[in-house]
């Protein structure tokens, strides 16, 4: 079963950077490299929206118009790893992140890190 598992959210001031990490493990049927990669934030009273999605080889990415050109996604398949380089970040940019393994129909998701945008 796949296990991802988010880290890097803390607490930052407006205008500066964070950098979100998920480590995948469990890869028993299909490796890593098959699945397409997605992040994905939960503020406080709103539902889950998407931020972005890099493609299995990571040759190409996603942004959700919030955070285009500030918000960088990458991935490095031999390490099972995914990043996500927040900068320029806003007040509302305070939220739940999670990340999220998809491939076919299936999908799983980490239980997310918490990031808080506050002056």
């Known amino acids: 079963q796949v296990h991802l598992e988010e880290s890097g959210g803390g607490v930052v001031q407006p205008g500066g950077s964070l950098r979100l990490s998920c480590a995948a493990s469990?890869?028993?049927?299909?490796?890593?490299?098959?699945?397409?990669l997605n992040w994905y934030r939960q503020a406080p009273g709103r539902e889950r929206e998407f931020v972005a999605a890099?493609?299995?080889?990571?040759?190409?990415?996603v942004y959700a118009d919030s955070v285009k050109g500030r918000f960088t996604l990458s991935r490095d398949n031999a390490k099972n790893m995914m990043f996500l380089q927040m900068n320029s970040l806003k007040l509302e940019g305070t939220a739940v992140y999670y990340c999220?393994?998809?491939?076919?129909?299936?999908?799983?998701w980490g239980r997310g890190t918490r990031v808080t945008v506050s002056s």
């Open positions: 469990g890869f028993t049927d299909f490796p890593f490299s098959s699945y397409a």
């Open positions: 890099i493609t299995r080889a990571g040759d190409n990415t």
């Open positions: 999220s393994a998809v491939r076919g129909s299936g999908g799983s």
